[in-house]
């Protein structure tokens, strides 16, 4: 599993920043300009200066904010229109809340700014929030196009493993079923590879009848998204990093065939899983005239949930072979001591082989080279 590498936490400072340093610039001004207001009348003069006035407000656009004003955790008023009057003597320095409902998109919104002592003997203080960290705040990743995403993630994965001369995955529809599924369940679940019933992803893949010869998961999650996060290109670094999960996305050793992402965004947090599984099998050997070699089809030493599962059988022989569907290992023993029984199919002096069955538990292939020495490959495939 791996977790995105920043928080919210920093970019809500760096707002702070901004919004307080936009009103500090204008606590002069204000302060002399409420004086001038106050006319000269000494019992409007001893109320203004018996309050202080905060103004919020979206620096680009002038827009007020409205929404609860607290300091410090304590609420000191609901900002109208963008602006809270409050008592001088109710205030100390510390920090400044402002917490919101967009209008439009219904997203909450929370902004902090710093009132420092000096601050509170002003009349008024503007605070102005800059455009981009107001998007930034209100934006709903709920709102994401996840399919969109789990295929560019799909497709990056693919690319990475081409640098390095490693074969394409193939994209499997119900694999990521399985991940979306889980995807969507890690919210509530925890940022786990076991669910809460104990199952991990070999277990969830054979719930959803997909037979595969082995299986593995990565996954990702990010707790600040924006309308600028790139998260395929976050999720895929993030993994890159990290070598337990690069050994898994660069596969060397060619383990996996297939593979599914999902994602599921909602609030500021994405969660992204992709689920890697063994369902092509890929084989060459050499036969020496008169040599013979056993297969499994349906290994049973394999997690395989059925007794009987569909295969597709495609080989190819340089020179001429015998190929023998059989029940069992046994019936390979008896090969090797001249007794050729119990065959379910048989295909003779044939180079090539692209046929498709059921096949049972402990069911295997016998390979007989014909007459002279023949390389063969083969694939079994599961999907």
Known sequence: MLKANFSNGNFLAAAVVLAAFAGLLLFTGCSRLETQNSGNSGFLDRISRSTITFQFFINETQEPLDGSVLLNGQLLGIAANGTLAVHKNSLLPGTLTLVGND???????????????????????????????????????????????????????????????????????????????????????????????????????????????????????????????????????????????????????????????????ERKECYVVMDFAALRQEQKVLLKKGWITFHYLHNQDYNFAPETIPVKLELTATAPVNVYIVPSYDNYKGFADGRKEGILKEFNDVTSVYESFSSSRGNGMVIEAAGTDSEVRFSLDFS
């Open 103 to 265: 209008a439009f998109s219904g997203s909450n919104f929370t902004f902090y700014f710093q009132l420092q002592g000096s601050d509170i003997g002003l009349d008024r203080i503007r605070f102005e929030v800059p455009e981009r960290a107001y998007s930034r705040e209100i934006f709903e990743a709920g709102s994401i196009n996840t399919a969109t995403i789990e295929k560019s993630i799909f497709a990056m994965a693919n690319e990475e493993r081409a640098k390095y001369g490693i074969g394409k995955l193939r994209w499997n529809e119900r694999v990521a079923g399985v991940a979306r599924s889980y995807s969507e369940a890690l919210p509530a679940e925890g940022f786990h590879h076991t669910d809460l019933e104990g199952r991990d992803v070999k277990k969830r893949l054979s719930d959803e009848g997909i037979i595969f010869i082995a299986a593995n998961e990565n996954l990702f999650f990010s707790g600040t998204v924006t309308g600028e996060t790139n998260l395929a290109h976050a999720a895929i670094d993030g993994w890159l990093s990290s070598p337990g999960h690069r050994a898994t996305l660069l596969d060397r050793d060619g383990i996996y065939s297939d593979a599914g992402v999902g994602v599921h965004c």
